[in-house]
């Protein structure tokens, strides 16, 4: 079975910086894609960002230029480098791995950018 958790969240005020990391566990295949989901209240959860195993990325628009995901295979770790924060980042981030046909999720993490 596997499993993600999700580290790093907190409270910053607008201009900060914070690094999300997510840990997965578990039997996952080599090929898989890792991502990072935000959701804020009242809103639907949109895909922030996503790394395929073998380092294609992609981020939404809004997030450009102000946040970097990056992986380690080896470890199966994601990391989110977040900069340049903006009050309308406030949400909570979830990591999610994809494979084959499968999507899992972790419980998610509440970051808040205070103006």
């Known amino acids: 079975q596997v499993q993600l958790v999700e580290s790093g969240g907190g409270l910053v005020q607008a201009g900060g910086s914070l690094r999300l990391s997510c840990v997965a566990s578990?039997?996952?295949?080599?090929?898989?894609?890792m991502n990072w989901y935000r959701q804020a209240p009242g809103k639907q959860r949109e895909l922030v960002a996503g790394i395929t195993s073998g380092g294609n990325t992609n981020y939404a628009d809004s997030v450009k230029g102000r946040f970097t995901i990056h992986r380690d295979n080896a470890k199966n770790t994601v990391h989110l480098q977040m900069n340049s924060l903006k009050p309308e980042d406030t949400a909570v981030y979830y990591c999610n791995v994809a494979f084959l046909a499968v999507q899992v999720w972790g419980r998610g993490t509440l970051i808040t950018v205070s103006s």
């Open positions: 578990g039997r996952i295949p080599s090929i898989n894609t």
